[in-house]
Antibody
Framework: EVQLVESGGGLVQPGRSLRLSCAAS????????MHWVRQAPGKGLEWVSG????????GYADSVKGRFTISRDNAKNSLYLQMNSLRAEDTALYYC?????????????WGRGTLVTVSS | SYELTQPPSVSVSPGQTARITCSAD??????AYWYQQKPGQAPVLVIY???ERPSGIPERFSGSSSGTTVTLTISGVQAEDEADYYC??????????FGGGTKLTVL
């Protein structure tokens, strides 16, 4: 089955760190760029970060630049998001998303998300 | 980066046509994409490259582009179409941008 499964979310205090994971299955993971998109409770979608198929290129939203790091392990079919210096405004459901193809900037497969809550 | 502007809400009666707009200065140079999100669910792609429909998406969903505005049209709206809809694009540097979302209410 083609799917993405996120994990690693939870309750964390402001200023602490958390690492999210996304396990991919059912497709050739290293053929595709991958992204993280988040959604704060009751709010809209916000792009967080993206990484090319070979990790040669990464991008970040201004809101997380310098605090979050995206990475991938193609041998493990896994995508990661290291989140440092977390803030209350980082509280959101974090989705892992697959691009539709090489050079494409839209997402044809999403996970169900993992919830991150930043609170003291 | 730039912003994509959508109306916060659109309401239609069943069987009518719903039109949801998305505007930005950069759209003429970049494709736009549309996602449907129902409560408690992940987004689902309903339109790509302004007007293409993925397999499995009903024909009542269509997209169009004119100048700096793209439009998602749902013809013959059904109760099951009630959802939030988001437009999305990407700028020349590869930064992905989402619109603020439009809540479609089927009266």
């Amino acid at each position: 089955e083609v799917q993405l499964v996120e994990s690693g979310g939870g309750l964390v205090q402001p200023g602490r760190s958390l690492r999210l994971s996304c396990a991919a299955s059912g497709f050739t993971f290293d053929d595709y760029a991958m992204h993280w998109v988040r959604q704060a409770p009751g709010k809209g979608l916000e792009w967080v970060s993206g990484i090319s198929w070979n990790s040669g290129s990464t991008g970040y939203a201004d809101s997380v630049k310098g605090r979050f790091t995206i990475s991938r392990d193609n041998a493990k079919n896994s995508l990661y998001l290291q989140m440092n210096s977390l803030r209350a405004e980082d509280t959101a459901l974090y989705y892992c998303a697959k691009v539709a193809g090489d050079g494409y900037w839209y997402f044809d497969l999403w996970g169900r998300g993992t919830l991150v809550t930043v609170s003291s | 980066s730039y912003e994509l502007t959508q109306p916060p809400s659109v309401s239609v009666s069943p069987g009518q046509t719903a039109r949801i707009t998305c505007s930005a200065d950069a759209l003429p140079k970049q494709y736009a994409y549309w996602y449907q999100q129902k409560p408690g669910q992940a987004p689902v792609l309903v339109i790509y490259k302004d007007s293409e429909r993925p397999s499995g998406i009903p024909e009542r969903f269509s997209g169009s582009s004119s100048g700096t505005t793209v439009t998602l049209t749902i013809s013959g709206v059904q109760a099951e179409d009630e959802a939030d809809y988001y437009c999305q694009s990407a700028d020349s540097s590869g930064t992905v941008v989402f619109g603020g979302g439009t809540k479609l209410t089927v009266l």
